[in-house]
């Protein structure tokens, strides 16, 4: 889809978030010259809860929006995605959409022809906002962003997932199924990570939460700027 369609006044974005806190954290960045063409809506924890929120919303308002994004915290895989750093998704990947076997480990829902498990992110916005974060020194890295419904909390399911998706760079619950809301409407989507933690094993005293809301408040200032 053409940037013209979502940087032109006549259109709006509509930003995704799981939680009343990433809401807040985007709400208070925004500029106020801004404010008006961005939308901010809470969407739940969750593929599930993300995808139906999003549709449910989209349905009644889609012709306002020229682009959708899912922004929020999440966990970074190293070495990609450092605490407080941002992730952009190149993709959005429902990781564990798919079966389990004794002999193949687990098999995607691709590979069993029941659907599809990657969803692609709009480039030129990707790449115009990863320039930008760039330029304002920021530390950011595009690559793959999983959707699970279990936050990965173990060595053992960081590394099987490595082995699946070696480009693997932040983990969330909700991107996937904002995606597959925003393609049901044609329109192009984004995925945006600040990491809080590393992906692997459970260690709540590692999580800087409120570093990384802090980080995804400087990112707001800086898309509202690009798109």
């Known amino acids: 889809m053409e940037a013209s369609r979502y940087t032109g006044a006549s259109y709006r974005i509509l930003i995704a978030t799981a939680v009343q806190a990433e809401r807040n954290a985007i709400l208070q960045a925004l500029p106020y010259h801004a404010r008006e063409r961005y939308e901010v809506i809470i969407v739940g924890v969750g593929p599930a809860s993300a995808a139906a929120e999003t549709a449910a919303h989209l349905a009644l308002h889609s ?36 079966s389990e076997t004794p002999d193949q480990g687990f098999i995607a829902v691709d590979e069993l022809g029941f659907g599809h498990s990657t969803l692609q992110a709009d480039r ?3 790449q115009a906002v990863a320039s930008a974060l760039q330029a ?57 990570r600040a990491i809080s933690n590393t992906v692997g094993p ?23 700027e690009v798109l």
């Open 124 to 126: 030129s916005s990707t």
């Open 202 to 224: 459970r260690d709540r005293d590692s999580w800087r939460i409120p570093d990384a809301l802090k980080s995804l408040g400087q990112a707001t200032r800086i898309l509202a």
């Open 63 to 98: 012709d306002e929006y020229g682009l959708v994004i899912s922004a929020g915290i999440g966990g970074g895989f190293a070495p990609y995605a450092p605490i407080g750093s941002i992730v952009l998704a190149d993709q959005m990947i429902a990781a564990d959409l798919g």
């Open 136 to 192: 304002a020194t920021i530390p950011v890295h595009v690559g793959s962003v999983l959707t699970v419904s279990t936050t990965t909390g173990s060595a053992e399911t960081t590394t099987a997932l490595l082995q699946r998706i070696p480009n693997a760079a932040a983990e969330g619950m909700e991107g996937f199924g904002v995606a597959l809301a925003a393609n049901l409407f044609d329109l192009p989507v984004m995925e945006l």
